[in-house]
């Protein structure tokens, strides 16, 4: 297995990512995540089963009805949901798994990493964060959120 640090450097600039746990709840990260990744200029899609729309976009209830691949899938969910998450991810064609602070369940990394899933314990915020930031455009209106404060060790930092 790679270490993190290639692990995040590898995924963190990967297009396309799925939200597990996408919220319209603004205090909930699956909010924060979904809409700091869309932001950042991602293609992300919110997988959520109780929400039709999540911040106005369509919301699918499972990662194999997400209409293209996503190489990174974000969980945002308790531990014991996350196994089936998992064996979705790999059914839909994902690269890697990144759990967030919380969600990580080594039970559903050890599958993963079993069937060729990368797999990343890291705060995604921190590491956009971390990402040089590119000039914003005049037009451009500044950021609503503010951004996590970065750790000295962004591998090990949480949410």
């Not at 932001?39 to 997400?66: C, K, M």
Request: aromatic share 6%; with cysteine; charged share 20%.
């Amino acid at each position: 297995m790679q270490d993190l640090k290639a692990l995040i450097a590898k995924y963190v600039d990967e297009p396309v990512w799925a939200v597990v746990g996408a919220s319209n709840d603004m205090a909930k990260y699956g909010n924060r995540i979904y809409l700091k990744l869309k932001e950042a200029g991602y293609t992300v899609f919110p997988v959520n089963r109780r929400e039709q729309l999540i911040e106005g976009d369509t919301a699918y209830t499972s990662l194999t009805d997400l209409p293209e691949p996503p190489a990174v899938i974000n969980m945002v969910v308790p531990p014991p949901e996350a196994p089936a998450v998992v064996e979705q991810a790999r059914a839909a064609g994902a690269q890697a798994i990144w759990f967030q602070p919380g969600a990580e369940s080594p039970v559903a990394a050890q599958w993963a990493q079993d069937h060729g899933l990368d797999v990343i314990e890291a705060c995604i915020l921190v590491q956009l964060a971390l990402r040089p930031r590119q000039e914003q455009s005049e037009s451009e209106p500044p950021a609503s959120h503010s951004r996590p404060a970065p750790s000295p060790d962004p591998t090990s930092s949480t949410c």
